[in-house]
């Protein structure tokens, strides 16, 4: 019976080729064979296989990548290639190699939609966005059922230094770029070793040794004002183990408390990390719950009182505007004043003043 496997793996010599290389060309090879492949089309057929110098070597070699395959998952069966010979065939089971189908309710399928939108306008958002067109065409579900489908990530886009920063940190090379600082909008030249990188609070940060400071730093990558430019060779240096909380939460400053009033199953994301204040406590905040306006008393009363851990004033004030009135900043002073500010703005945004507020909102 013919045999055609893959004209990649069709290689008669491939000096040097590494092991991991020879076991991919194996597997691709058995996985297109129409029927089997016997020792010696394997031999003669698949890249790195040619490189063996005798026959007891190929024996060998074949023998240990098989074992290998086989304790890696890959279900390598053995077969009679039919005909007038006895000799052995193999291939790969191909029906208990494939997948399982996917099944995934609207629920887990929303998630998914949401974990793709961090993606938007990235690198990957062309195979994000055919992988959830494949899901729904294989009848996942629809998200838009779901709860989920109401919220949508905060994460700002990364921006061209994403890229650059994750291969260095692979490679562990070190780096540079210009920075902005955020406390005097100063842009200097950082020389840093990058560790990693994290999404939190709604931007992007690296975690790094900076070489100028001799110290870790975190450095938030919407504030990168140049290209990232990779420099010195690569396995310069090691990364430590740290915690990633830790780490920006110092950068970050320490976290505090801002009590709010939501409305009943609303700010579902906001809630995710909240805590109930305690109903003998509620009657404090009652004076700063937004007036009835001649409606029941009783509407004072349909608030949901929360306390929110924040670290960044500013990025607390943000994300109580975004829910406009379902939630109201009752303490600190300074979060509901921001947040006031900001709706404000918005709302002078949208009778056409945007020039005259368009400055006094905080970018970044």
Not at 276 to 286: L, M, N, W
Not at 303 to 331: F, K, N
Request: charged share 25%.
């Amino acid at each position: 019976m013919p045999i055609d496997p893959l004209p990649a793996a069709q290689s008669t010599s491939s000096p040097g080729l590494n092991p991991a290389e020879r076991l991919l060309n194996l597997v691709i090879a058995l996985v297109n064979t129409n029927a089997a492949m016997t020792k010696q089309q394997v031999r003669t057929a698949v890249a790195g296989y040619a490189d063996a110098p005798s026959d007891d070597a190929f024996e060998r070699m074949f023998e240990r990548d098989k074992d290998m395959l086989r304790a890696l998952g890959i279900p390598v069966v053995t077969v009679g290639t039919g005909g007038h010979t006895d000799e052995l065939g193999y291939r790969i089971d191909q029906d208990a190699y494939a997948l399982p189908s996917i099944d995934l309710t609207p629920a887990e399928l929303g998630v998914l939609s949401l974990a793709a939108q961090f993606w938007q306008d990235k690198t990957l958002q062309t195979d994000i966005n055919r992988a959830m067109v494949k899901l729904r065409a294989a009848g996942a579900g629809d998200p838009s059922d779901d709860a989920l489908s109401g919220l949508a990530p905060s994460v700002r886009a990364v921006g061209d230094a994403y890229g650059p920063l994750m291969e260095a940190i692979e490679a562990r090379r070190a780096v540079t770029f210009s920075y902005r600082a955020a406390y005097n909008g100063t842009v200097l030249v950082r020389h840093v070793e990058p560790w990693r990188i994290a999404a939190r609070d709604g931007g992007w940060y690296l975690m790094c040794f900076d070489r100028d400071r001799q110290a870790p730093r975190v450095f938030r990558m919407s504030r990168i004002e140049s290209r990232v430019r990779i420099t010195g060779p690569a396995g310069a240096y090691e990364i430590p183990e740290f915690e990633t909380d830790v780490m920006l939460g110092k950068a970050h400053g320490e976290v505090r408390q801002a009590v709010v009033a939501v409305r009943p199953e609303r700010a579902g994301a906001l809630r995710a990390r909240a805590k109930p204040v305690p109903d003998g406590e509620r009657e404090v905040y009652g004076e700063r719950l937004p007036d009835p306006g001649g409606a029941s008393a009783g509407d004072r009363a349909g608030w949901d009182i929360l306390r929110v851990p924040y670290r960044s004033m500013s990025g607390m004030a943000s994300e109580a505007a975004g829910y406009g009135a379902a939630l109201v900043v009752l303490e600190p002073d300074n979060v509901r004043e921001e947040t006031l500010r900001r709706l404000a703005a918005a709302a002078a945004l949208g009778r056409g003043t945007a020039r005259t507020v368009e400055s006094e909102v905080p970018r970044g």
